[in-house]
């Protein structure tokens, strides 16, 4: 039997826009002191775990948050590898604006009364509608048609997993790889590797999602984890 890579993907700790409910994608601030006590808590948690590598996007939130849990781990002498595919997907005219006004939008173009019926059908496993045809509204309903759709946020994400993948098996041993990224990219890397009803409201932040990679063939371990976090608050 080959080696087995566990990734575990986290999205980055909570922002200024986020505690603003403003749409941050390519946009970027800083971790609130709330944001950074928590990813203190999951580097806590994380501490039982020896990471082979550690990656994360080139946005300063998830560079921020990747160094703030390998401090808390104790594995501050692990070099950290930015990669811009795991970026968040850029919103467009969207950037920075309330995240209620944004969805609404897309909920009417989709037929939907409001934002809340199309929610609840993205995370109805009895209904087809997915993220995709969310994240690919966007991309037609933005002013300025600099949003990117589904597709090319599926290819960078999953450009930057095959390139760890291909980096880690050279090792020819079980490998845990850290990964710092943001939500809505996350659902996308995983929306065709078995998680396209993720069963849950959203991803919160410092939440972990855990992916095996062995014998050529990925698994969803786990989505939306915060054990992690409540581990390292009762440490």
Excluded at 124 to 147: G, H, R, W
Aim: aromatic content about 8%; charged content about 30%; overall charge negative.
């Amino acid at each position: 039997m080959g080696s087995k890579i566990t990734f575990y993907i986290v999205r980055h700790g909570k922002t200024i826009l986020n505690t603003m409910d403003k749409v941050q994608g390519w946009s970027d601030t800083p971790l609130t002191k709330e944001g950074v006590e928590v990813v203190e808590n999951l580097g806590k948690g994380l501490k039982d775990i020896t990471f082979s590598s550690a990656f994360c996007s080139d946005l300063r939130r998830t560079r921020e948050t990747l160094h703030i849990i390998l401090k808390n781990s104790d594995q501050k002498g692990l070099s950290v590898i930015e990669k811009p595919e795991l970026r968040e997907i850029c919103f467009g005219s969207y950037e920075t604006a309330l995240a209620t006004e944004m969805f609404k939008d897309v909920a009417l173009y989709l037929h939907y009364t409001n934002a809340q019926d199309l929610f609840n059908d993205i995370f109805d496993k009895n209904k087809e509608i997915t993220y995709k045809e969310a994240v690919n509204t966007l991309s037609i309903i933005d002013p300025m048609k600099m949003a990117e759709d589904f597709n090319t946020v599926e290819k960078r994400m999953h450009k930057a997993l095959s390139d760890i993948v291909e980096i880690e098996s050279k090792y020819n041993e079980n490998r845990n790889v850290l990964i710092v990224s943001h939500g809505l990219s996350i659902n996308v890397m995983l929306h065709n590797l078995g998680g396209e009803k993720l069963f849950i409201k959203d991803l919160e932040n410092a939440s972990v999602c855990k992916l095996i990679f062995e014998d050529e063939k990925y698994m969803i371990e786990a989505i939306n984890d915060m054990s992690y976090v409540e581990k390292g608050k009762n440490s």
